[in-house]
């Protein structure tokens, strides 16, 4: 049955992680120190660049984010001119932080081909850590859009101030643990040790992140069902409030299936899981 695969799936993962550990680490006992640490020191600059880029150019568009926020919440306009300035507020915003996002990213992009390794060339640690810096900053920035990270009218969703705080903290400390480390963590250790110790890293990263995510779920249970009911009682249609109700009763449930699901996909496929967790 599922339980009986489910648990010969554990024991045999867990036999090859520990073999390829094993491997992994006589294979780092016979390489030479001194081009890993120089390596490693120069990822390290790129990594330290493109974060500086990013930070300062947030930091000097602070102000540009605070003038779209008041713009946006003005009041003594008509209710239509209302959403019309909160619109072009926000698609102002999304613009200016895809800008900060680009900029920093062509930052590193330059400092990977041009200053560090070979001139021109791009090693394997350094593609892979741009990709991942770009997506995690593109979901990052979506999860901004929502919860109005860049000022208090710049966001979709009508949640509280602290609900907005709490649930953007957890999503983008998710993001970075899950993208970088499947985006970057694990396809380094299959180039450069061993695939079967990547694919280890690969499930317990998976198993971390679902296991998180189940804490998070039955932590905020009560709270996101009294949330769904109140954006339920301002519903216009008897549709969205039925749905809304409905949710408010059985989302914990639907969210814990569909991370046992993860869980077990990530055990007896994990190939598949990432995949189907998008």
Known sequence: GLTQSVAQGVVSEGATAVDALAVASKQLAAADPAPLAWAAGEFAVLVAVTWIVFRVLSAAAGALFRALDRYAGARGAPRALGWVRRSRALVAAVALDLSIIGLSWLAGYGVALFVIGETGSMRIQE?????????????????????????????????????????????????????????????????YLTPALGRAVFIAILLGAVLRAAVVVMQNRQRASEA???????????????????????????????????????????????????
């Not at 979901?139 to 859009?145: E, G, K, P, Q, T």
């Not at 208090?152 to 998710?174: C, F, H, N, T």
């Not at 969210?255 to 996909?265: G, H, P, R």
């Open 228 to 278: 769904l009911e109140r954006l339920a009682g301002r519903m216009q249609t008897p549709f969205g409030r039925i749905a809304l109700t409905i949710g408010a009763r059985i989302w914990h449930v639907v969210a814990l299936i569909y991370l046992m699901a993860i869980l077990v996909t990530s055990i007896l496929y994990p190939e598949q899981a990432l995949p189907f967790m998008i």
């Open 127 to 191: 593609s892979l850590y741009l990709n991942a810096f770009l997506l995690v900053e593109l979901i990052r920035m979506a999860l901004r859009v929502l919860l109005s990270g860049r000022g208090e009218q710049l966001g979709l969703l009508p949640i509280a101030a602290e609900d907005k705080a709490y649930w953007s903290a957890w999503a983008s400390r998710m993001v970075f643990f899950v993208a970088y480390g499947l985006m970057l963590v694990v396809p380094v250790i299959d180039h």
